[in-house]
């Protein structure tokens, strides 16, 4: 079949004369590129090596650092500035990535202050800024665009040199401004002041060697002549040639044990802080120079392509010494500048790549697009089976969220199913089977964009009232229906383009703008949302530290004033309450933003029962697991989902605005095209991850199932045979002396679940009947004559867990 050149304008191949692959081109060549990225993340895996192997230690690698950014660096700077040629830059593109590092400072910024709490709001709002802005230009950017321009647009190198200093001049001095704040607001005095602190932040820019040796580059460029004296000239040289490989080695060096320190509470700011970094900054640099370049269009392409590839540079190491040096969120800065480094890679691969290429065939993208959509399909559509299956298996779709992710489950799978359905229809001739198939696709897609906005609003509905106060059932009308008059709409105003493979521009320009609108509607439901559900969860954590009583502190007072829990005798209108916990772990903290809405509900119920009932036999660990199981609204799960999706529904919006501005979108939006493809139909495996691995209902049943095998194994590996001679004995006689009088002594029935009764006792109550009853002198003594019973195979752990304990946890006999 024909495919029209309206049809494939989707894959546009940039510079005008491009298509025609016997054209003269002066394109970059990737023939340097390849090296060059072996030769920067080669030095880098060798400083990670020589950390893992501990040839070069932590000591001797601060060392090393304070060589690179005091000396290297700094001589690299001058050097350059000096012979920096001012008359053939063309400022509009500093100008234009000087716009987008302040939008993105900005962005980074304001949201930070909003979204975090008081404590420690504006050195997060300082660091954070500094990381989404401050690129690893020299050490790693500048080997990459010297391999891919020097033969065709030597100039370029130089722009490195001019805009660098944007961020270490003039947007660093003022994420330092919000630390030097910090540190004052940390001191209970506050006896410096407002003039201080700028001049503080002043010394601190000044001293920085980095800035110094900028401004004296600068002010030598015009004394000097742009030539460095014949008798300094070799030694700036050597200092500054020491800068490439030091500095690649080093940040090998500081990546080792770093991405160890990952937690929970880092992994959302994460996820901001590497969109900002990796998504919004090249996006808004090439947007910038778009606008504001009026030279030539091929220069102006080039240009423009130079941005992009520019805003993909990862964070640069020295962000982790500012963290350092304030004492401030360094596992999140460390962490994140780990994974923006490995995750620029492929970027940047993938975006010299394409700005190599001189000639796309416009029908191999397209069946690549289909067939990549296609594969990436089919396995979420398993995924989603999975996870739907756990939603109904689990009866969690009948409670609020889940009802509303069970929704968004099925959007995803409707869509998977549709862009399956579309392959094969769209290169047939029947125009209702394409109608149709196409419907059911968009308004899924559609679905898709909007459920995440409207999870996070009834989480931020949740937590303010407790109670949904808008009917769950409107949500379902608003999250099924825009779509849907969203669809109609389009088959109604719509202008079908014939002979289309690619589903997203079906109806032409129409359906571009319905999209932006339903994508722009959702990116600010669902980010502001999120923002408020961030202010309300440490806001009611402030308000509840002094009102409520906390889950862990109340379980923790109640087993240190009823002992009796431990006791041996239990009565009988007890045993429905009584469970088999081994250990009392409190719960890991939650960050900021994912703080669960059910705790301090959880906490103020527990506490009314507490006072309620004299009964010193019931176990509030137990009632917190049942809790949790009931009424858990795994808010964590549906922030994480919702922050996710909502990002690529950034890169969807972003796409779609490319097209509309652009009639000619260029090379690098192929890139943007096929992770909107992955972001759009590969949503079921997030959702498989997040939910599909239920605790209670998959990831424990199998957990017991496989170690009770294995421990029966190991058994049947081990007969009694090798036991030694005095274990053996000691077993022996504690059977027939000692082992029936021990079982009327301390074993009770106690619930293990719901239905089930098992015989069991603690293990400190075996130690003190050991004691009692002569067998053992001491609790040393009566351990190790525990661990023989344990190892003979008289005795085992309820769980087939531990190892013999003097401490409340559950073992049985075995029969």
Same mark, same amino acid.
């Given at each position: 079949?024909?495919i029209s050149?309206?049809?494939?304008?989707?894959?546009?191949?940039?510079?005008?004369?491009?298509?025609?692959p016997?054209?003269?081109s002066?394109?970059?060549?990737?023939?340097?590129?390849?090296?060059a990225?072996?030769k920067?993340?080669?030095?880098?895996l060798?400083? &990670?090596?020589?950390?893992?192997?501990?040839?070069?230690?932590?000591?001797q690698?601060?060392g090393?650092?304070n060589?690179v950014?005091?000396f290297?660096?700094?001589a690299?700077?001058?050097?350059?500035?000096?012979?920096l040629d001012?008359g053939?830059?063309?400022?509009?593109?500093?100008?234009s990535v000087?716009?987008?590092?302040v939008?993105?400072?900005?962005i980074?910024?304001?949201?930070?202050?909003?979204?975090?709490?008081p404590?420690?709001?504006?050195?997060?709002?300082g660091?954070?800024s500094i990381?989404?802005?401050q690129?690893?230009?020299?050490a790693l950017?500048y080997?990459?665009?010297?391999?891919?321009?020097?033969?065709?647009?030597?100039?370029?190198? /130089? @722009?490195?040199y001019l805009?660098a200093?944007v961020?270490l001049?003039l947007?660093?001095?003022?994420?330092?401004?919000?630390?030097?704040?910090?540190k004052?607001?940390?001191?209970?005095?506050?006896?410096?002041?407002?003039l201080?602190i700028?001049?503080?932040?002043v010394?601190?820019v000044l001293k920085n060697?980095i800035v110094?040796m900028?401004v004296?580059g600068?002010a030598?460029?015009?004394?000097l002549?742009?030539?460095?004296?014949?008798?300094?000239?070799?030694f700036v040289? %050597?200092?500054?040639?020491s800068?490439g490989?030091a500095a690649l080695?080093?940040l090998g060096l500081?990546?080792v044990?770093e991405l160890?320190?990952?937690?929970?509470?880092?992994?959302?700011?994460?996820?901001?802080?590497l969109?900002?970094?990796l998504?919004l900054?090249?996006?808004i640099?090439k947007?910038?120079?778009?606008?504001?370049?009026?030279t030539?269009p091929?220069?102006?392409?080039s240009?423009s392509d @130079?941005?992009?590839?520019y805003?993909v540079?990862?964070t640069?190491?020295s *962000?982790?010494?500012?963290?350092a040096y304030?004492n401030a969120?360094?596992e999140?800065v460390?962490? %994140?500048m780990?994974?923006?480094?490995?995750?620029?890679?492929?970027i940047?691969?993938?975006?010299a790549w394409?700005l190599?290429?001189?000639?796309?065939?416009?029908?191999l993208l397209?069946?690549a697009?289909? +067939?990549?959509?296609?594969?990436?399909?089919?396995v979420?559509?398993v995924a989603?089976?999975?996870?739907i299956?756990v939603?109904?298996f689990?009866k969690?779709?009948?409670?609020l969220?889940?009802m509303f992710?069970?929704?968004?489950?099925l959007?995803?799978?409707l869509?998977c199913?549709g862009?399956?359905?579309w392959?094969?229809?769209?290169?047939?001739?029947?125009f209702i089977?394409?109608i149709?198939?196409?419907t059911l696709?968009c308004t899924?897609? @559609?679905c898709? &964009?909007?459920?995440?906005g409207?999870?996070?609003?009834?989480?931020?509905?949740l937590?303010?009232?407790d109670?949904l106060?808008?009917?769950?059932?409107?949500?379902v009308?608003v999250?099924w229906?825009i779509?849907?008059f969203?669809?109609a709409?389009l088959?109604?105003c719509?202008?079908k383009?014939? +002979?289309t493979?690619?589903s997203s521009?079906?109806y032409s320009?129409?359906?571009i703008?319905?999209?932006?609108i339903v994508?722009a509607?959702?990116? *600010?439901?669902?980010?502001?949302?999120?923002v408020?559900?961030?202010?309300g969860s440490?806001s /009611?954590?402030d308000r509840s530290q002094?009102?409520?009583t906390s889950?862990?502190d109340l379980?923790?007072?109640?087993?240190?004033d009823n002992?009796?829990?431990f006791e041996?005798?239990?009565?009988?209108?007890d045993?429905?309450r009584a469970?088999?916990m081994c250990?009392?772990?409190?719960?890991?903290?939650?960050p900021?933003t994912?703080?669960?809405?059910?705790?301090?509900?959880?906490?103020n119920s527990?506490?009314? /029962?507490?006072?309620?009932?004299?009964?010193s036999t019931v176990c509030? *660990?137990f009632?917190?697991?049942?809790?949790? /199981?009931?009424?858990?609204?795994?808010?964590?799960r549906h922030?994480l989902?919702?922050?996710?999706l909502t990002?690529?529904s950034?890169?969807?919006?972003s796409r779609?605005?490319w097209?509309?501005?652009y009639q000619?979108?260029?090379?690098?939006?192929?890139?943007?095209q096929f992770?909107?493809?992955?972001a759009n139909y590969?949503?079921?495996?997030?959702?498989?991850v997040?939910?599909g691995?239920d605790?209670?209902l998959?990831i424990?049943?199998f957990?017991?199932?496989?170690?009770?095998?294995? &421990?029966?194994?190991r058994?049947?590996?081990q007969?009694?045979s090798?036991?030694p001679?005095?274990i053996?004995m000691?077993?022996?006689?504690?059977?027939?002396?000692h082992?029936d009088q021990?079982?009327?002594?301390i074993?009770?029935k106690?619930?293990? %679940?719901?239905r089930k009764?098992?015989?069991?006792?603690?293990?400190?109550e075996?130690?003190?009947?050991l004691q009692?009853v002569?067998?053992?002198?001491d609790?040393?003594?009566a351990i190790i004559? %525990?661990?023989?019973?344990?190892?003979?195979? *008289?005795l085992?752990h309820?769980e087939q867990?531990?190892c013999?304990?003097?401490?409340?946890i @559950?073992?049985?006999f075995?029969t």
């Amino acid at each position: 079949m024909e495919i029209s050149t309206t049809a494939v304008s989707t894959f546009p191949h940039g510079d005008g004369d491009v298509m025609d692959p016997s054209a003269p081109s002066s394109r970059i060549s990737i023939d340097k590129l390849l090296p060059a990225l072996l030769k920067c993340f080669g030095i880098i895996l060798c400083g &990670y090596i020589a950390g893992r192997a501990r040839i070069i230690t932590s000591t001797q690698a601060k060392g090393l650092g304070n060589f690179v950014s005091k000396f290297a660096l700094p001589a690299l700077l001058f050097k350059n500035m000096v012979l920096l040629d001012f008359g053939n830059v063309i400022w509009p593109f500093i100008w234009s990535v000087l716009i987008a590092k302040v939008s993105v400072f900005a962005i980074v910024c304001i949201l930070t202050l909003v979204a975090s709490s008081p404590e420690s709001r504006y050195s997060k709002a300082g660091l954070y800024s500094i990381f989404a802005t401050q690129s690893n230009d020299f050490a790693l950017g500048y080997p990459i665009v010297k391999a891919l321009y020097e033969s065709t647009y030597p100039e370029y190198i /130089q @722009y490195i040199y001019l805009v660098a200093p944007v961020s270490l001049m003039l947007l660093n001095p003022i994420g330092f401004a919000f630390c030097e704040v910090q540190k004052w607001k940390d001191k209970r005095d506050h006896q410096q002041g407002k003039l201080l602190i700028v001049g503080q932040v002043v010394l601190h820019v000044l001293k920085n060697p980095i800035v110094f040796m900028v401004v004296i580059g600068i002010a030598a460029h015009f004394i000097l002549h742009q030539k460095i004296p014949s008798f300094m000239e070799d030694f700036v040289d %050597g200092l500054a040639n020491s800068f490439g490989g030091a500095a690649l080695f080093y940040l090998g060096l500081s990546m080792v044990g770093e991405l160890r320190k990952l937690t929970r509470s880092t992994v959302v700011t994460l996820i901001l802080l590497l969109t900002a970094k990796l998504l919004l900054m090249p996006l808004i640099c090439k947007d910038m120079v778009d606008l504001l370049d009026t030279t030539s269009p091929l220069n102006h392409s080039s240009l423009s392509d @130079y941005a992009f590839l520019y805003g993909v540079f990862p964070t640069a190491p020295s *962000v982790a010494i500012y963290a350092a040096y304030y004492n401030a969120q360094l596992e999140v800065v460390i962490s %994140g500048m780990v994974i923006s480094t490995l995750l620029s890679a492929p970027i940047m691969f993938t975006s010299a790549w394409l700005l190599t290429l001189r000639w796309m065939d416009p029908r191999l993208l397209m069946n690549a697009l289909q +067939d990549v959509s296609f594969d990436i399909s089919i396995v979420s559509l398993v995924a989603l089976l999975w996870t739907i299956a756990v939603m109904l298996f689990s009866k969690k779709f009948k409670r609020l969220p889940q009802m509303f992710s069970t929704n968004l489950f099925l959007a995803q799978f409707l869509t998977c199913f549709g862009m399956m359905l579309w392959k094969f229809v769209v290169r047939g001739n029947n125009f209702i089977s394409q109608i149709l198939s196409f419907t059911l696709l968009c308004t899924s897609l @559609y679905c898709t &964009y909007v459920w995440p906005g409207l999870i996070a609003l009834s989480l931020v509905l949740l937590r303010r009232f407790d109670r949904l106060k808008v009917s769950s059932g409107m949500f379902v009308i608003v999250g099924w229906g825009i779509p849907a008059f969203t669809t109609a709409v389009l088959l109604i105003c719509g202008e079908k383009l014939h +002979d289309t493979l690619d589903s997203s521009q079906f109806y032409s320009k129409t359906q571009i703008i319905c999209s932006t609108i339903v994508l722009a509607l959702s990116v *600010v439901l669902s980010g502001s949302s999120l923002v408020f559900l961030s202010r309300g969860s440490w806001s /009611q954590k402030d308000r509840s530290q002094g009102a409520n009583t906390s889950v862990e502190d109340l379980v923790t007072e109640t087993e240190q004033d009823n002992h009796s829990i431990f006791e041996p005798e239990v009565h009988s209108e007890d045993l429905n309450r009584a469970c088999l916990m081994c250990e009392c772990a409190p719960p890991q903290p939650m960050p900021d933003t994912i703080i669960s809405t059910d705790m301090n509900h959880t906490a103020n119920s527990l506490t009314a /029962q507490s006072e309620n009932s004299n009964d010193s036999t019931v176990c509030l *660990v137990f009632r917190v697991e049942e809790l949790n /199981q009931d009424e858990d609204r795994q808010v964590p799960r549906h922030v994480l989902l919702c922050l996710l999706l909502t990002v690529g529904s950034l890169a969807n919006l972003s796409r779609c605005v490319w097209l509309l501005f652009y009639q000619d979108p260029g090379r690098l939006y192929v890139e943007l095209q096929f992770f909107c493809a992955v972001a759009n139909y590969g949503q079921g495996i997030l959702s498989f991850v997040l939910f599909g691995l239920d605790k209670h209902l998959v990831i424990l049943p199998f957990w017991k199932r496989l170690h009770r095998l294995w &421990y029966r194994k190991r058994q049947e590996e081990q007969p009694r045979s090798n036991v030694p001679e005095e274990i053996r004995m000691t077993c022996t006689d504690f059977i027939e002396r000692h082992k029936d009088q021990c079982f009327h002594d301390i074993v009770r029935k106690r619930r293990c %679940g719901i239905r089930k009764m098992v015989d069991c006792f603690l293990g400190c109550e075996l130690v003190d009947w050991l004691q009692q009853v002569g067998l053992a002198e001491d609790q040393p003594a009566a351990i190790i004559y %525990g661990t023989c019973l344990q190892q003979g195979g *008289v005795l085992q752990h309820i769980e087939q867990e531990c190892c013999f304990q003097n401490a409340p946890i @559950y073992y049985s006999f075995v029969t």
